[in-house]
Structure formats: C-alpha cells, structure tokens
C-alpha cells in the first residue's frame, strides 16, 4: 500500500515538474511540503510525535519511488526525514521530541544536518566548529558547515527550520575530539546561511548550503543527549543514511532499466528492433542482473537494520559501495542504448546519470566505505564471512 501511494503521488505530481527544477535549481519547496499530509515526512518517528512509526524497510521503499523519478527532490526528503528527523526520534529527549517533532512531520518545518565542513569532510571526527558552554548553562557555538542539504530553503537566504549540528565542545581523555549535538534553530542569533552552493552536476532539485555559526548562542535545552554522545548519534544516523542513499541508487537503476529496455524495442535501425543486436544486448542483460543484485543487498540490509542501534555498518556502507557505482553505470549504460536521444534532458536518463554521481560521494565516499569495510572485517579475522 505504501508504495503504491509513493508510486501515484511520483507519476501524478514528482514526474512533470523533475526536469523544471533540475533545469532551474530550484527546490520544489512546496511540493515537499505535501509529502508531510501522506504521512512520508516523519516515516520512521513514533506515532506519538505524529510520525508514522515504519521501520527501515518502508524507509528503503519511499527513496527508492522518489528517486526513480527526481533524485534531487528525493535528496532533500532525506535530508528531512532520514538525517534531521530520524536523527531527532532516536537521540533526542523526550521535552525536545514533543516540543519540535510534529511540525517536521507535517512539513510546517524543514529540518537539515550539519556534519560536514569546507576542511573536514571523510575526516568528520577533526571538525573545527566548535561549542563552548556559557555560565548560564547556554552554549556558544563557532564554525561554518558546508554541503549540508536544505541548510537553504529557498534562494533569498531562509535558512531550514531547524539544523542538528555536530561540534566539538572538547577532548577525551584518550585524546580523541569531544563531538556533542545542538538543535540550531531559524532565528536563532548568529545562525545564517553563508551562501547557496550553485552550478552542482547533479541533485540539483535540493539545495546545498553553506551554515554560518557566529557567536550563536543557543540554550542548555538545544543539547541532544549528554555531551561528547556526537559519536553514538553519527553511528546510528549514518547506517539508515547510506542505506537510504543506496535505495536512491536502486530506484535511479530501475528507471535506467526501464527506459532502455523500452526504447530498445522502438528504436529500430538497419530494419531490426535494436534489442536485437548483441551488443545492445550486453547492456540490458548485464544492467538486469546488477540491479537485481543491487535489489536483494538493499531490501537484505534494510531486513536486518533495527532504527535504534548501530551495529550494521558492514552491510550499511557495503550496499551503498555496491549500489552507487552500479546505478552510475546502469544510467551509462541506458544513455548508451539510447543514444543521442539519451544525451538530452527529455529522455531523463542523462538527468539520472548526472544526480547518480553524487551517491558515490555524499554520505561516505567510495573510499571511505572501502575503508569502513575492510576494518569491520578485520574483526571477522580467522572466522568465516557468512
Ligand atoms: C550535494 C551534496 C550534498 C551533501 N549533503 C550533506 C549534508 O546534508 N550534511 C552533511 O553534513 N554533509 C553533506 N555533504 C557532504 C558529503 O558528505 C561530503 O562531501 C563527503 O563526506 C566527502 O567529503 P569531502 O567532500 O570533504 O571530500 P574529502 O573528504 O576531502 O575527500 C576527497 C577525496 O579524498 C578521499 N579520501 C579522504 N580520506 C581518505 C582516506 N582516509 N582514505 C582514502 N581516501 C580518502 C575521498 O574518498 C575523496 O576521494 C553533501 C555533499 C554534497 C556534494
């Protein structure tokens, strides 16, 4: 039922305006507001809070729909939903979720997080913004947060509603950084937005921001968790973030499919159907079987993620290492069988090429994920990988 209700509300108001906003970078601001009233914007936060309370198999379904259609606009719904609002329903406490969760699940409010910087981006832990506790219990924070995802509403400069923010308020003993958890809200004094980032290849239906922290003074109430607890939240956000990035990839992978395999049969040169040909053939052939593949890894992990602890890495980064590069090349390949007709923005598939890219970089770079990987298995040393 949840997918056919993504599925109609896709084809009757995400498809005719994709290429508009891709075209205009522009995010459909509005639009992204009526996905609250299906139920979509709080999917995972407890019914309480007026979320919808689903797990992390419908939050797979929902990217996969979005992004078989408009990546960007899907970009920025998991901004909200996955990094801002799941982030918050699994952190926060009990006064911040009453206080702050039903406006993110209606779409009155855009939520955004900001982990990374213009210096500090695979190497999250070295960030330099920084918060610093006053006398009165409030906290000063210090920093700029780049890329983050609807850290602009809009093209005036409106910040989102609300930022979880990650900053670093010390050291640990072992002399690791101290990272804790801030709710930044609009209107806050100090918090702005340094600029909208522009010109991107891809997702270019979501906005990306530049944050400005500058002598932001936030209070005691806006911490998340106990101090130094950053870790922990990372932890568990970060494994349904590459998760639903690599659901993005699934739906980008399907769509590719599907319009090659089409066009494959109208398409007709030299008096045969072009699927007819070998060569065209191996595009198809080998483009099912990867995302079929790519299908059971993503449904497989989502099977196994429980929202509320951390502990799947492994798979987490392995989906989205796999799934990123083989939508890149299923996008390619869909060009390819195409055309010249693939090349220009009407056919879609060069649109999807363009916003696949970012998968192989935005939350975890391929390398980080290989990185990720190979040190998870190193504690399976001498043991069997199932
Ligand atoms: C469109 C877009 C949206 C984004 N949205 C958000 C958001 O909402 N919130 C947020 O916090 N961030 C966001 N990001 C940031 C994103 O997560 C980072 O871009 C990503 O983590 C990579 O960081 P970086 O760009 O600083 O690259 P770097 O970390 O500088 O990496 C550069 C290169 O060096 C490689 N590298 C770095 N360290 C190692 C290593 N140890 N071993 C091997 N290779 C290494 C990388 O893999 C990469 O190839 C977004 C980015 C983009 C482009």
């Not at 939903?81 to 009453?98: H, P, Y």
């Not at 989502?302 to 987490?316: E, V, Y």
């Amino acid at each position: 039922m949840l997918r056919e209700m993504v599925r109609q509300f896709v084809s009757e108001k995400i498809e005719p305006q994709a290429l508009e906003y891709d075209r205009e970078e522009k995010f459909n601001v509005e639009l992204f507001r009526e996905l609250g009233e299906l139920g979509l914007l709080g999917l995972t936060a407890s019914t309480e809070y007026g979320g919808s309370g689903l797990d992390a198999i419908s939050a797979v379904l929902v990217h996969e729909e979005l992004s078989s259609s408009d990546p960007g606009f899907c970009l920025a719904y998991l901004a909200h939903s996955m990094l801002f609002v799941n982030n918050l329903s699994v952190n926060g406490s009990e006064e911040q979720k009453a206080r702050l969760l039903e406006d993110f699940c209606t779409g009155k409010k855009i939520g955004c997080m900001a982990m990374s910087e213009p210096d500090y981006g695979t190497d999250a832990l070295g960030m330099k913004t920084t918060a610093v506790k006053l006398d009165d219990g409030s906290w000063k924070i210090d920093g700029r947060k780049m890329w983050i995802t609807n850290g602009t509403i809009d093209d005036s400069g409106t910040p989102a509603d609300c930022v979880l923010v990650y900053a670093r308020t010390g050291e640990k003993e072992n002399g690791k950084p101290e990272i804790s958890t801030f709710l930044v809200e609009r209107g806050m004094p100090g918090f702005s937005v340094g600029q909208k980032i522009t010109d991107k290849t891809g997702v270019r239906a979501s906005n990306t921001a530049e944050l400005v922290f500058d002598d932001c003074v936030v209070p005691a109430s806006a911490l998340i968790g106990d101090v130094g607890e950053s870790t922990i939240h990372m932890m568990r956000n970060l494994e349904i973030e590459r998760l639903t990035l690599a659901a993005m990839s699934l739906g980008i992978a399907r769509r590719c499919l599907n319009e090659m395999n089409r066009y494959a049969t109208e398409r007709v040169a030299f008096g045969n159907k072009i699927r007819d040909f070998g060569q065209i053939q191996r595009y198809i052939g080998e483009s099912y079987a990867e995302y079929m593949a790519m299908k059971s890894y993503v449904y497989m992990t989502a099977q196994k993620m429980s929202l509320n602890q951390s502990g799947h890495r492994l798979d987490s980064d392995g989906v989205k290492l796999f799934c990123s590069t083989a939508a890149k090349n299923i996008a390619d390949s869909a060009i390819q069988v195409m055309g010249g007709y693939g090349y220009v923005g009407e056919y879609v598939v060069e649109r999807l090429w363009r916003d696949s890219k970012l998968l192989e970089i935005g939350g975890g770079t391929l390398e980080s994920h290989q990185k990720n990987i190979t040190n998870d298995l190193s504690r399976k040393f001498g043991s069997m990988i199932e």
